[in-house]
């Protein structure tokens, strides 16, 4: 018995009835691509991490901007961010997804998942296929909503609220939804190019703050700027917003690896080094050229650090998040002293300065430290033997810049002459919290 079952197996391998461990029939099937299935783990970590993001925004960015602000203001960006967030995330529901996530061209999506259409609680995400596709969604919304939003401290004070909404509301779906197909979006143009950016440093960071600089200077200074005292009303709100935004970002970088694995692990030791290092240099940085550390330094340095290694968290060791937000210290330091005093432009709330040097900063960087150890094949940047990969990185700035750059200016000028967008001399000197919106922070 036992020799007619050998024989019988011996006839099936060589006919192919059926595969045996030896055949290339089972050779081909154990290469194939598995299945994708439904991971919880990653699931409920990506749900995680779409709160923690959400919570960068409300509270943590508006606390952040509202202790920032004169105390006649801090009510009307606390609205700015409150509005913008229920604005932008209706935007992204409705079709910011679908142009930004779906098959398209190089430079947009299209329109499949409008009004979500399609997208049912069993349908897994194309670009994260352990995880429902509705989850991914809401993590991306998050970033839509973040991004925006960032814009709003650099006009703060004199910049009218349908003006900065409407801004927004248009900005998201004409620059940010492009931006961010064109580096994560299927067949997008820079991530078919190669460039790298794990979590935001071009998409978000450089996006938000090139917009801020073009409102900056289309919208004026500050009425008594350079005269009078514009310091920052509550530097406990400051504190607090950047303790949030430190936390938050942990679902910002290490979400954005889309699953609960080691290259999530990789990404979140990465920002708490880099953003802790900022936090050391831009301080002693402040000791040494203005004799005293100041508590706003080292929250700002928290910010840039934060900022400069999002786009690398992912692609880098910790060395090079340690030497990311070293760097990243001292550098937004001087962009929010000696380069805002040299061209005298009034940036409110240094969006520039940090967030735009910072981006500019960790996505050359980038190109600089990535290794293929950590981000995989084809992730390999100077260190790792690939030095062109700093200039697809450079690349991938210049575009994002121009693009930011002209599509915000072009809308800015359209809404002045539609509606205007500066507050009138009364109602700047009066305060925005009761000229806009009739209220005021009680004494």
Known sequence: MQSLFKRVAALAATCGAVPCLASPAFAQAAEAAPV?????????????????????????????????????????????????SGM????????????????????????????????????????????????????????????????????????????MMLFLGIWLLLVYVPVAHMVWGPGGYLGGDGVLDFAGGTVVHINAAVAGLVATLMVG??????????????????????????????????????????????????THAATAAAVVSWTLTEWLVRGKPSLLGAASGAVAGLVAVTPACGFVSMGSALAIGILAGPVCFWGVTGLKSRFGYDDALDVWGVHGLGGVLGAVLTGVFAV????????????????????????GILLTVVWSGVGSFVILKAIDLAIGVRVSREAEVEGLDFALHGETVAH
């Open 36 to 84: 994708p299935r439904l991971d919880t783990g990653d699931t409920a970590w990506l749900m995680v991490s779409s709160i923690l993001v959400l919570f960068m925004t409300l509270p943590g960015l508006a606390l952040f901007y509202g202790g920032l602000v004169r105390r006649k203001n801090v009510l009307a960006v606390l609205m700015q961010c409150l509005f913008a």
């Open 88 to 163: 932008l995330s209706v935007l992204w529901l409705v079709c910011g997804y679908s142009l930004s996530f779906t098959e398209g061209n190089a430079f947009i999506g299209g329109l499949d998942r409008v009004m979500l259409d399609g997208i049912l609680p069993d349908t897994l995400a194309p670009l994260a296929p352990t995880i429902p596709e509705n989850v991914f969604v809401m993590f991306q919304c998050t970033f839509a909503v973040i991004t925006p939003a960032l814009i709003v401290g650099a006009p703060a004070d004199r910049i009218k609220f349908s003006a």
């Open 221 to 270: 200074k500050r009425d008594g700027y350079g005269v009078e005292n514009m310091a920052p009303h509550n530097l406990t709100l400051t504190m607090i917003g950047a303790a949030m935004l430190w936390v938050g970002w942990f679902g910002f970088n290490a979400g954005s690896a889309l699953a609960s694995g080691g290259l999530a692990g990789q990404a979140m030791i990465n």
């Open 372 to 395: 293929a150890s950590v981000g995989g094949a084809g992730k390999s940047g100077l260190i790792d033997g690939n030095p062109a990969q700093v200039w697809t990185q450079i690349e």
